[in-house]
């Protein structure tokens, strides 16, 4: 299956909560799945306080 990035179908769900990009089937035009990033502090283990991105997907 080949696959290509594509802007998101939703652009914003909320402040803190976006989705950055769709990643498409090309063969089909199929949505696979959907990478959102939401800002998260670093733990304290890691002794940094800057904010970070957690990026996930929703398959």
Do not use: N, W
């Not at 089937?25 to 306080?49: F, H, N, W």
């Amino acid at each position: 299956m080949k696959t290509e990035k594509q802007p998101p179908a939703i652009h914003t769900c909320s402040r803190f909560f976006q989705p950055e990009y769709d990643m498409v089937s090309t063969e089909t035009g199929e949505l696979i799945y959907t990478i959102y990033a939401a800002p998260q502090r670093y733990s304290a283990q890691l002794e940094l306080q800057e904010l970070g991105l957690q990026r996930f997907a929703i398959l």
